[in-house]
């Protein structure tokens, strides 16, 4: 996955430096020919380019934290989830809960396990198969255990748990597979080619290639747009949502120490 890494930023590094070297053969070869009264045509134009860019990439860039965000919070709301349902347990009959703990615990891997598996989609979608497939159980298991209690109250609060454990489960995968629109990231791609471009046309009017300018702009857009993606996919690159994992982890311990049983 490292290798990846390299491999985006350094071909997207190369592409925008590439951009602006077209950019300045092309300036070279029409300001030989130019009129004057041309060059302000142009700087309106490149401002106009610069200054789509710059909001894409800010309201982009902001839409990626508060995803990444919301990820996160999802998954403490998870662990919350879970593990009420799972105190509320004691409200059963005693014979109904060892079986039912049991499958919580079981429960709580297969959605630790969703997140680990992450890039592997194959695994991911095998992880939740086995996620629904024990939330059915669950449920199951519960409403017959619901059954042999005879408080009304008793049943509300162990039927709502559960339910609320299964609710954000969905809650998280929709925010999981929740991105970008692909046609928003072609719109970023582009405009940031045409800002590259625009760049190496503008350096022509000096005659001389500034590398130190176009190697600071090809790096400033590249970095921005990698953490765009980093956000987007926090499991794959540098930044991560995997310590985040801890909750559900600490909650998991919890149960197999039996802090959580009464």
């Known amino acids: 996955m490292t290798v990846l890494i390299i491999f985006i930023i350094f071909g997207m590094l190369v592409s925008v430096l590439a951009s602006i070297e077209v950019g300045y053969r092309v300036g070279l070869h029409r300001r ?5 009264s041309h060059l302000g045509e142009s700087k309106a134009i490149e401002t106009s380019v610069f200054g789509l860019m710059g909001l894409l990439i800010a309201f982009i860039f902001a839409g990626a934290a508060v995803r990444f965000d919301n990820r996160r919070m999802i998954i403490g709301e998870e662990a919350n989830a879970i593990e009420t349902a799972y105190l509320r347990l004691d409200l059963l009959p005693p014979e109904s809960q060892p079986a039912l703990r049991q499958d919580f615990r079981t429960y709580l891997m297969s959605r630790l396990a969703v997140g680990r598996d992450i890039p592997d989609m194959t695994a991911v979608n095998a992880d939740l198969e086995r996620s629904a497939m024990l939330q059915r159980k669950i449920w199951n298991e519960v409403v017959e255990g619901v059954k042999k209690s005879d408080s009304p109250p008793t049943q509300m609060l162990v039927l709502s748990a559960v339910n609320a454990m299964i609710d954000i489960s969905t809650v998280r995968t929709v925010g999981m597979i929740s991105h970008l629109p692909l046609l928003v990231v072609v719109l970023l791609a582009v405009t940031i080619f045409l800002s590259s471009f625009l760049t190496g046309y503008s350096i022509s009017a000096f005659g001389a290639r500034d590398w130190l300018s176009a190697i600071i702009f090809a790096v ?26 801890k909750v559900l982890t600490d909650v998991l311990e919890r149960m197999e120490t039996g802090s959580t049983d009464n």
């Open 32 to 36: 030989a020919r130019a009129r004057a």
């Open 220 to 245: 400033a857009v590249t970095s921005a747009t990698y953490v765009i993606l980093d956000y987007e996919y926090p499991r794959i690159g540098l930044i991560r949502s995997d310590p985040t994992d």
